[in-house]
């Protein structure tokens, strides 16, 4: 298989439901959605790394790291972000890591790309990660988006309801989706075109989308536990991390 070009695409909105301006809040001294840039670039694994953002602040704080792409509509979600620019993209693999994924694993991703040079990457149109949950009580917590896959580890649906349903204790882990996508130029492409599907609409999961679109989301395990900051508390505990861990 031919060299792959494989950029690293990160969707980055000003405004936030549940944790306002949460890209630009504090993070161990630097902002946000800056952390979340210096990790993927510090990765060295995509020939690109671009922010895709609606927000003077946003650009401010990253365009010294690298490419800044405004985007100038309102969006349902980060995937639909950088969608506007898919055409535009000068690649095969589009990742689009969130700007509020300050700890995504190196080895992960490395993980990911190398599934794309594999025999069975001509059935995968979008790659993620998924994660066990460990603790009962994050089953039921809707900021965690459960997953359930197939066999072959293709996703079959996305939950904010704890799925599956246990009508028995079981060894069974239940899976928390991470919100990292790898797709394929054309299949982003695809997700461009098509509008905000029923199932999303009600779960608010871009996910549920691309399923809805017919295409095939490979999940691999992610190797090292990561949080996104979604709310206070999540702030709070990133905080705490890294004060343990410099």
């Not at 840039?37 to 401010?60: A, C, G, P, Q, R």
């Not at 509008?195 to 999303?200: A, D, I, N, T």
């Amino acid at each position: 298989m031919s060299e792959l070009k494989i950029i690293a695409a990160i969707p980055a909105r000003y405004q936030s439901t549940r944790l306002p301006g949460k890209l630009m809040a504090d993070l161990g001294g630097m902002p946000v959605i800056r952390r979340t840039l210096e990790n993927v670039k510090n990765m060295e694994l995509f020939d690109e790394v671009v922010v895709v953002t609606d927000s003077d602040e946003i650009e401010s704080v990253v365009e010294d790291l690298g490419t800044v792409m405004r985007s100038q509509k309102e969006h349902a979600c980060g995937t639909d972000r950088i969608a506007e620019f898919a055409t535009q993209f000068d690649a095969d693999i589009i990742f689009n890591v969130q700007g509020d994924e300050p700890f995504l694993g190196k080895d992960d991703i490395e993980r990911m790309i190398r599934k794309f040079y594999s025999d069975q990457s001509q059935n995968i149109d979008v790659m993620s990660l998924r994660h066990p949950i460990k603790e009962k009580m994050d089953r039921n917590n809707p900021n965690y988006v459960k997953v359930v896959s197939d066999l072959d580890n293709y996703a079959m649906y996305f939950s904010r309801s704890n799925i599956p349903f246990r009508r028995k204790d079981t060894d069974t882990d239940t899976y928390r989706h991470i919100g990292i996508y790898a797709f394929r130029k054309d299949a982003l492409v695809q997700f461009a075109n098509q509008p905000l599907s029923p199932l999303e609409s009600m779960e608010m999961i871009e996910a549920l989308r691309i399923l809805e679109m017919g295409m095939k989301i490979k999940l691999l395990d992610a190797q090292q536990v990561t949080i996104g900051i979604d709310t206070r508390e999540d702030l709070n505990w990133a905080n705490q991390f890294i004060d343990k861990n410099q």
